[in-house]
């Protein structure tokens, strides 16, 4: 999970130096992780925590933090910042969240900046988390 997660860094910030490069105007990007929650044996979790919380707060990233059936719940907690979104998914519903994620970021990528987003789903049916939102 720690070497995911440090690899979408890599190329999210060589992505935004491309943007930068060519003039490109660009917008804080989402990261999604999705997870069992528990990483690697060896990989620094305490370093990725650091790190999420620094670029949050930076305003260099989103972050949203989801985990499978089973997930550690508490170690994805500590791995997001204080307002991101971390959720549980009920069962196998990645059809759902998917559909859901998708809706999500058009929703997002159709806003303003000050525009105030609600992207909880709608309705319990196409609800794909335990915790709702």
Do not use: C
């Not at 910030?13 to 989402?30: A, E, H, I, N, V």
């Not at 759902?96 to 525009?115: G, P, V, Y």
């Amino acid at each position: 999970m720690v070497d995911g997660m440090r690899k979408a860094l890599e190329i999210l910030d060589d992505r935004k130096k491309w943007y930068k490069s060519t003039g490109q105007t660009y917008y804080r990007p989402y990261v999604v992780l999705m997870t069992d929650g528990y990483p690697d044996q060896g990989q620094d979790v305490n370093w990725l925590g650091s790190e999420i919380d620094r670029l949050y707060k930076g305003k260099h990233l989103n972050f949203w933090a989801f985990g499978v059936e089973g997930a550690d719940m508490k170690l994805l907690e500590q791995i997001g910042h204080d307002d991101s979104l971390v959720q549980k998914l009920k069962g196998l519903e990645f059809v759902k969240f998917f559909r859901w994620l998708s809706a999500s970021m058009s929703t997002i990528s159709n806003s303003k900046e000050d525009d105030e987003l609600d992207i909880a789903p709608k309705s319990e049916n196409k609800n794909p988390f335990q915790i709702k939102i």
